[in-house]
Antibody, heavy 126, light 110 residues
C-alpha cells in the first residue's frame, strides 16, 4: 500500500521560506507513469494546486505561484520537496502531497491525485 | 487562472439523488475530458471518486457518477447515504501543464 507523509515546520515567519518534504513508502518514487504533486488548503477554504514533479526532475507549477515555488525530488530517499519563498499570512494552509497521474500512456493529461498524504498545517506568523 | 465554480452547498434526504455542478470555461472543463472529483471528510485528506469525467476507481460505489456537457461537469450521488455527507471538489486540466480546482460543495444528508 502506497503511503505519503508530509513533514516540516508547522510555523514559518512572514517573508521567510516554507519548506516541506513528502516521504513515499510502499512504492518507488521512480515510477514511469506517476508524477508527484503538492496541493494546499487554507483553513475553511478550497483546494489549490501548487505543482507537480516527475522523478527525473521536471517540475510544473501553478502560474499564480510559479515565481515563489520550487519543487524537487530525491529518488535516493524516495522523497520530494516543496519550497515556497517570501511567505505571507495568505500562505497559511494545510499542505498535502499526493501521487499524481498527470499523463496517461498516450500523453493525454488525465489528471487525478491518489493517494494523498494526511496533510500538514503550516501557519505563517511572527 | 480562476477556480472552477461549484455551488457552496447541496442537500438531499437519504435515498434521494443530489447533483453537483462544476462550471469552467472552454480553456479547462470545456476543452478537455479530464475532470476529476474528490470527496473530503472534515479533517481528512481528499479522496478521488471520479476521474476522466466519468470513471470510478475501484472501491468507489456505483452510486457516484460523473458527466460533462460543454463547460460544465457534474457529479451525481444516487441513493444518498449518511456517509456521503462531505465536501466535494472538482478539478480539471487547464492547459499548459497545469490544472485548477473548484471551490468545493458541502453535501448535507437531511
Amino acid at each position: 500500500q502506497l503511503l505519503l507523509q508530509e513533514s516540516g515546520p508547522g510555523l514559518v515567519k512572514p517573508s521567510e521560506t516554507l519548506s516541506l518534504t513528502c516521504t513515499v513508502s510502499g512504492g518507488s518514487i521512480s515510477s514511469d507513469i506517476f508524477y508527484w504533486g503538492w496541493i494546499r488548503q487554507p483553513p475553511g477554504k478550497g483546494l489549490e494546486y501548487i505543482g507537480t514533479i516527475y522523478y527525473t526532475g521536471s517540475p510544473y507549477y501553478n502560474p499564480s505561484l510559479q515565481s515563489r515555488v520550487t519543487i524537487s525530488v530525491d529518488t535516493s530517499r524516495n522523497q520530494f520537496s516543496l519550497r515556497l519563498m517570501s511567505v505571507t499570512a495568505a500562505d497559511t494552509a494545510v499542505y498535502y502531497c499526493a501521487r499524481h497521474r498527470f499523463y496517461d500512456d498516450y500523453g493525454y493529461p488525465v489528471n487525478w491525485f491518489d493517494p494523498w498524504g494526511q496533510g500538514t498545517l503550516v501557519t505563517v506568523s511572527s | 487562472q480562476s477556480a472552477l465554480t461549484q455551488p457552496p452547498s447541496a442537500s438531499g434526504s437519504p435515498g434521494q439523488s443530489v447533483t453537483i455542478s462544476c462550471t469552467g470555461t472552454s480553456s479547462d472543463v470545456g476543452g478537455y475530458s479530464y475532470v476529476s472529483w474528490y470527496q473530503q471528510y472534515p479533517g481528512k485528506a481528499p479522496k478521488v471518486i471520479i476521474y476522466e469525467v466519468d470513471k470510478r476507481p475501484s472501491g468507489v460505489p456505483d452510486r457516484f457518477s460523473g458527466s460533462k456537457f460543454g463547460n460544465t461537469a457534474s457529479l451525481t450521488v444516487s441513493g444518498l447515504q449518511a456517509e456521503d455527507e462531505a465536501d466535494y471538489y472538482c478539478s480539471s486540466y487547464s492547459g499548459f501543464n497545469t490544472l485548477v480546482f473548484g471551490g468545493g460543495t458541502k453535501v448535507t444528508v437531511l
